[in-house]
């Protein structure tokens, strides 16, 4: 059975910082690139982050370019969100999302985890 849990989310002042845990088991983490969603209530599931199935290559919404990083340890079958410079906009839920390569329609979602940014 596949899971994917994500951790680290949390209530931090404007400026703070968090990283995001999500890991994966029950899949062979090294065949799927990994992303992180977002999403408001009410509002459409928004791409925040990406990574590689092998860790080369990632991509970012422009909102959060220069402020997130995404990472991942294949070893441990765990991919990171880094967020620093946090702003009240950056407020949702936090999804983690798994995607075989070259197969998209074998794909995974984790519960989510809150992130509030507010002073």
């Known amino acids: 059975q596949v899971q994917l849990v994500e951790s680290g989310g949390g209530l931090v002042q404007p400026g703070g910082s968090l990283r995001l845990s999500c890991v994966a088991s029950?899949?062979?983490?090294?065949?799927?690139?990994m992303y992180w969603y977002r999403q408001a209530p009410g509002k459409e599931r928004e791409l925040v982050a990406g990574?590689?199935?092998?860790?080369?290559?990632?991509n970012y919404h422009d909102s959060v370019k220069d402020r997130f990083t995404i990472s991942r340890d294949n070893a441990k079958i765990t991919v990171y969100l880094q967020m620093n410079s946090l702003k009240p906009e950056d407020t949702d839920v936090y999804y983690c999302?798994?995607?075989?390569?070259?197969?998209?329609?074998?794909?995974?979602w984790g519960q989510g985890t809150q992130v509030t940014v507010s002073s």
């Open positions: 999302n798994a995607v075989r390569v070259k197969s998209v329609e074998d794909t995974y």
């Open positions: 029950g899949l062979t983490f090294s065949r799927y690139d």
């Open positions: 990574i590689s199935s092998a860790g080369g290559t990632t």
